[in-house]
């Protein structure tokens, strides 16, 4: 494929993506963009500014929050609340927060989710995306309702933002809804990209 074809069609791709704003699936092929590096900070789910504490891991802390964040899309986080309380009458949301290991912080342009392995009713459907350079003001990055997640297990779902984020070396999700308002959330990863979707010509 000759350069200027590649250049319109990168350019073509990318109006297509911020006209729909749907997820992305990149090709498996494609080296379009790089993972940030971040380890886990802290998680936890928030009422009224509150901490609320009516849950526990799945299997023990074999399923813990970190493991969203250790690079293995085949380690879940899975959540249950106890007394069958729903998601939506527990909590306004649930948050996982991230610090990167780039000292001078990271400009974001898009990032992954991958599901879990099974039980696709527990999915996150609706969240916020922050970055901060404290880990107390926070400035929103991206959000979503009622995404259009697979339903296909271990399944890796990209969303690329329009254009660079700021730089940051705190970054939070806030779960706010799950696909069914049940009492088990889980999620097997999260990748946050720092290429934007306009070099992919030059991959």
Sequence with gaps: M???LKKTLSIILTILMLATSIPFAFAADEKAHDAVAVEFAESGFI?????VNQWNYSSSYAEGPSNMLDGDQYSKFCVVIYSNIAFSDLCDYYYVTAKTTDETGVSISGYQFTTGNDAPERDPVSWKFYGSNDNINWTVIDSKENADISEDRNSEVNFMLG???EN???FRFEFKALREDQTTFQLS???LFEQHIAEFESC
């Design 47 to 51: 009422k009224d500014n509150q901490s």
């Design 189 to 191: 990863e999260i990748v």
């Design 2 to 4: 000759n350069k200027t």
């Design 163 to 165: 254009k660079n984020s």
């Design 168 to 170: 940051y070396k705190y």
